[in-house]
C-alpha cells in the first residue's frame, strides 16, 4: 500500500544544531507540504512543492529550508534550531493541482525538542 | 488574509448520540473550498469531508455531513450516531487557492466520545 513515512519520529536536539526531518511518500504525489502544529495554532504551512525542484514558502518559512530533488521526498531542514521551533512536523502530499479533487495525505508527524 | 475559527476547544458526546462541532471563517474569495480532518490519538490526519463554497448541496459522508452558510461564513460538522472511533481532534480548513497552498487550519477541537 501507498504511504507517506515521516523520520525520525522524535528528535531532541539543542539550540544552534542542524536539524533534517525526511518525508517519504510512495503516492508518487506531485504535491508535498510541511506544517507545524502548535497548541492554539492549528497547523500552519512552513513550506511546499509542487514537483521535483520546486519550492515554495508558506506561512512560518523562517528558519526553514526543503529541498524536492525527487518525488518521493521533501526533507525539512533547520538550519540552526531555536526553542521556538519546538514542535509537531506533520508532512503531507497530494495528487494534481487542485484540492477540488485532492485530499492532503499526511505523514504520522515528527516530534521535535529543542533544548 | 482569511481565519478559521474553531471555538469549541474540547467536546463530549455519549455514543450514539450526535454531535455538532462549530466552524466559522473569513475569506474575500468567492469560490474556495473547505475540509474537516480527523486527527486520532494515533496522530494521523484524515479527511472526513470536503465542500466546495459555489456547491449549495451540504456534503455528506456517511455519518458524517456539514452545515455549509456561506452568508454567514459558516461550517459546522455534525457527526450522527457517534461511535468510539471518532474520539480524535477536528480541524477545520479553508483552501482559497484550491492547490493546498492556502490552506489555513483552525486550531481543533477535541472530541471525546463516551459509553
Known amino acids: 500500500d501507498a504511504e507517506i513515512t515521516q523520520s525520525p519520529r522524535h528528535k531532541i536536539t539543542e539550540t544552534g544544531r542542524q536539524v533534517t526531518l525526511a518525508c517519504h511518500q510512495t503516492w508518487n504525489h506531485n504535491n508535498m507540504f510541511w506544517y507545524r502544529q502548535d497548541l492554539g495554532h492549528g497547523l500552519r504551512l512552513i513550506h511546499y512543492s509542487y514537483g521535483v525542484h520546486d519550492t515554495n514558502k508558506g506561512e512560518v518559512s523562517d528558519g526553514y529550508s526543503v529541498s524536492r530533488s525527487n518525488t518521493e521526498d521533501l526533507p525539512l531542514t533547520l538550519e540552526s534550531a531555536a526553542s521556538s521551533q519546538t514542535s509537531v512536523y506533520f508532512c503531507a502530499s497530494s495528487t494534481g493541482t487542485s484540492t477540488r479533487t485532492g485530499e492532503l495525505f499526511f505523514g504520522e508527524g515528527s516530534r521535535l525538542t529543542v533544548l | 488574509a482569511q481565519t478559521v475559527t474553531q471555538s469549541q476547544p474540547e467536546m463530549s458526546v455519549q455514543e450514539a448520540e450526535t454531535v455538532t462541532l462549530s466552524c466559522t471563517y473569513d475569506t474575500s474569495e468567492s469560490n474556495y473550498y473547505l475540509f474537516w480532518y480527523k486527527q486520532p490519538p494515533s496522530r494521523q490526519m484524515i479527511l472526513v469531508i470536503r465542500?466546495?463554497?459555489?456547491?449549495?448541496q451540504n456534503a455528506t459522508e456517511n455519518r458524517f455531513s456539514v452545515n455549509f452558510q456561506k452568508a454567514a461564513k459558516s461550517f459546522s460538522l455534525k457527526i450522527s450516531d457517534s461511535q468510539l472511533g471518532d474520539t480524535a481532534m477536528y480541524f477545520c480548513?479553508?483552501?482559497?487557492?484550491?492547490?493546498?497552498?492556502?490552506?489555513?487550519f483552525g486550531t481543533g477541537t477535541r472530541l471525546q466520545v463516551t459509553l
Open positions: 465542500q466546495e463554497a459555489y456547491k449549495q
Open positions: 480548513g479553508l483552501d482559497r487557492s484550491g492547490t493546498a497552498s492556502k490552506l489555513t
